[in-house]
């Protein structure tokens, strides 16, 4: 195989690996509005007119991700990026950074440490944990929920957030389809006299068992591109 088509192999091996192992953003940045969110400070033990009297103010940027816990459970997580209040100094807000259950577009469930754990054995835990609820449709999220101060007090929320744009994903079409039309690519650039079949016989016994040039190169690239 001529040096020229060694080094076009390996410039569309490296194309199409750029884009296999180009990171999928893990998380969506959304904004708090804060004309519409708000928070008091209430106590567990308040039955009557004793609870709300000061309501405080909350703003700031936070990301929102999502994983499979279960093939029945999906999950959303929260983490808070920059949240500022207008609580007194000293005192802090508890983000509610836990996942809890997400279905379609609505989310609940509490802080329990136990609820979603992927080790073997038993787990226990006591305890005011706080809880969430609300939904999100892809581009507005609202969260109504508490957040434990203490064994007597807890802050009781109402956000809402809204996502901030980014950079729209282009549609891609899948490991399958990059792996064919690297193929393609490769049999169009080739200007020897093998017949199409050798070329793919070829490309494959040297993606398989590395050795074309091509494809040891391939694996070092695929080893620093895609351990990161």
């Known amino acids: 195989m001529k040096n020229s088509t060694v080094k076009r192999i390996i410039l569309i091996q490296i194309a199409v690996l ?8 893990a998380a969506i940045l959304l904004q708090i509005d804060e004309s519409r969110s708000s928070f008091s ?9 004793c609870n709300a009297a000061e309501q405080f103010q909350i703003s700031g940027l936070f990301e929102v991700a999502f994983d499979t816990f279960s093939p029945s459970i999906d999950l959303i997580y929260f983490n808070a990026l920059s949240i500022e209040t207008t609580l007194r ?9 836990y996942p809890v259950r997400i279905e379609y577009s609505s989310f609940s469930g509490n802080g ?23 939904s999100f449709d892809g581009a507005l999220l609202t969260i109504s929920g508490s957040a434990p101060i203490d064994f007597d007090y807890s802050h009781h929320y109402s956000i809402t957030a ?17 792996i ?19 070329k793919v016989a070829l ?22 591109a895609c351990s990161t």
Do not use: D, Q, W
Not at 209 to 224: E, V, W
């Open 18 to 25: 750029s884009i296999v192992c180009a990171p999928v953003p």
């Open 41 to 49: 400070k209430e106590s567990m033990f308040c039955f009557s007119g």
């Open 89 to 97: 100094e000293g005192e802090e807000f508890n983000f509610p950074e």
């Open 112 to 134: 329990n440490p136990c609820n979603y754990i992927r080790l073997s054995g038993t787990c226990l835990s006591m305890g005011n944990f706080g809880g969430i609820s609300g």
């Open 162 to 178: 809204m996502v901030i744009p980014s950079i729209t994903a282009v549609p891609t079409l899948g490991v399958p389809g990059l």
């Open 180 to 198: 064919l039309l690297m193929v393609v690519l490769i049999l169009i650039s080739t200007n020897n006299h093998n017949s199409s079949m050798s």
């Open 203 to 224: 490309f494959f016994r040297g993606i398989t068992y590395g050795k074309a040039a091509g494809s040891l190169f391939l694996r070092k690239m695929l080893i620093l």
